[in-house]
């Protein structure tokens, strides 16, 4: 690694002050972007488990982020500069039109997540670089050079995701109530459900970490292709599912209790660190791939435009960046998109959330003809621990959460399909409330108005970073050094302007809060 950067300084010293500059801002956001990339994509990965209270919120972030660096370290040594072949590098004129469309996606990548990391709003690293690659790109060369057939397989592929976890989410929680109800540790009830649910949580986790999460360990890869391309998926999704359901049921018949009040906040855990290591070791490409494709384009710079397709990455690099994509999940506004994501799919009474006027109308209309009464609900009330934290998910709802959301990525990439691991894991937490009928409790229409305003800035993100990027990809490409210090300057003005609102709005988030239960009391009170 060190080797590498001194020859790229040496490189980069007989360049023009437009790549040199394009360098510097290519290493600098390199890591910016993965410290933000941290900060809300990978914050989602402990949602589940922190939810439930099965683990403190030091030691889930912790086992994730080792789980992270392992995925890391374990990634591809070849990733895509242009993602999905969203533009085609080759039909560009010079590299400096490339250099200007990383250092861009870069600029505009940086402060698009920290603004929505600090308003507590998930959104995909995945969907914003694939749209301020194709805004950049399309700034300067307009149609020639994107590929609309791959973008709109994309957006497709995005959107299919996010109605196949809300469904399978939805009906498998459904299912899996109506079988355990709220006795999710109670052992008679898990003797007689507890094999067939867990057994197929586990089935779903390894289909998961074959395809999705070890996809680049050669062994791995060699077996999996091997073994499912002689039995196919669904005869091996049987037999796995099987299998692990007479492992649970034998451990529940010997170990009894102990393994009844331990299966889903194990398999919670075990889903927790899947997602983590898939994480590190697929995810990693969005935030390094344009900066370690910035320095690759200028090594080879003598060898044509032709080299710049496939990058090859040194492994310590990787590692690097998995550091510092752990380091940002332990942010201070990394917590906000924690508890955000949590909150709105919380089964208690009230919520600390904001939400636009017209999303909680929205809600309030769709909610008007369901009873609201409290024992509409399936799920069981937020219980409270013993050092006053709220539940917001119970065991069973956790373990759902985590399993579907590993199997629906899975399933995506078996078909090649580039998805987001935010959008699912957020379609999951709100499918399993609506099964659970969590929106018949207290502030109801305040949870499905955050749930609507997460879906809907999830687009409003894409079109923000697409026209940002195609902005600023100009200013760059046309007033070089000049306008890589203008645009800088910019987003570090929004990230103070964002800082300072989303800090207020909390406040008030908190007041108004307090405000609602303070009420819900006294009319307690006076009905007594």
Not at 251 to 276: H, Q, S
Not at 327 to 341: I, L
Not at 345 to 362: F, M
Request: hydrophobic share 55%; proline share 2%; with cysteine.
């Amino acid at each position: 690694m060190f080797t590498e950067i001194a020859e790229l300084i040496q490189t980069t010293a007989q360049q023009p002050s437009f790549i040199i500059g394009a360098v510097v801002v290519g290493v600098v956001m390199l890591f910016w972007d993965t410290v933000e990339v941290g900060r809300n994509d990978a914050a989602n990965l402990v949602n589940a488990v922190l939810g439930a209270r099965i683990l403190t919120r030091r030691t889930a972030l912790m086992l994730a982020g080792v789980c992270v660096l392992l995925g890391a370290s374990f990634s591809s040594a070849v990733m895509e500069t242009a993602r999905k072949s969203i533009f085609d590098p080759h039909k560009l004129r010079s590299v400096e039109q490339l250099l200007a469309i990383y250092a861009s996606v870069y600029i505009v990548d940086t402060v698009l997540l920290y603004s929505f990391s600090a308003y507590g709003m998930p959104v995909s690293t995945t969907a914003c670089l694939v749209f301020e690659l194709l805004g950049a790109s399309f700034a300067l060369e307009f149609f020639d050079v994107v590929n609309w057939h791959k973008s709109g397989t994309v957006v497709a592929a995005i959107v299919c995701s996010i109605l196949l976890s809300g469904v399978a989410s939805f009906l498998i929680q459904r299912a899996a109530r109506g079988a355990i109800g709220r006795r999710s540790d109670d052992l008679q009830a898990l003797l007689l459900h507890g094999g067939w649910i867990g057994g197929g949580v586990l089935a779903g986790l390894f289909y998961f970490m074959i395809l999705k999460g070890m996809g680049g360990v050669e062994a791995v890869g060699t077996f999996r292709d091997s073994m499912f391309a002689y039995y196919g998926s669904a005869a091996i999704l049987v037999f796995l599912w099987g299998g692990f359901a007479i492992l649970v049921h034998a451990a529940l018949v010997v170990f009894k209790e102990r393994a009844a009040k331990w299966l889903f906040p194990v398999l919670t855990i075990l889903g927790m660190m899947c997602m983590a290591f898939a994480f590190g070791q697929n995810d990693l490409a969005n935030c390094a791939s344009p900066g370690l494709a910035t320095l690759h384009t200028v090594k080879h710079m003598s060898e044509g435009m032709v080299t710049i397709t496939d990058v090859q990455i040194n492994r310590s690099w990787l590692v690097v960046c998995g550091c510092l994509m752990a380091a940002g999940m332990f942010t201070k506004t990394s917590q906000r998109v924690t508890w955000a994501a949590m909150r709105a799919g919380s089964a208690g009474d009230h919520v600390k959330l904001w939400a636009p006027r017209w999303c909680i109308r929205l809600a309030t209309l769709m909610l008007r003809s369901r009873s609201r009464t409290r024992n509409g609900a399936l799920a069981p009330e937020a219980a409270v621990t013993p050092a006053g934290k709220t539940a917001h998910y119970d065991m069973l709802r956790a373990c759902v959460i985590m399993a579907v959301s590993a199997s629906v990525i899975a399933t995506a990439s078996s078909l090649g399909l580039p998805v987001s691991t935010t959008y699912v894991a957020f379609a999951a937490i709100v499918a399993t409330g609506m099964a659970d009928r969590i929106f018949r409790r207290g502030d109801a229409a305040l949870k499905l108005g955050r749930s609507i305003w997460v879906v809907f800035s999830w687009f409003m993100a894409a079109a923000i970073a697409a026209a940002a990027a195609g902005i600023v990809c100009r200013c760059v490409y046309h007033l070089g050094i000049a306008g890589m210090l203008l645009t800088i300057g910019v987003n570090l003005v929004v990230r103070a302007v964002v800082k300072k609102r989303s800090d207020a709005q909390r406040e008030r988030v908190r007041a108004e809060a307090a405000a609602r239960m303070q009420a819900d009391e006294a009319d307690a009170f006076e009905h007594e």
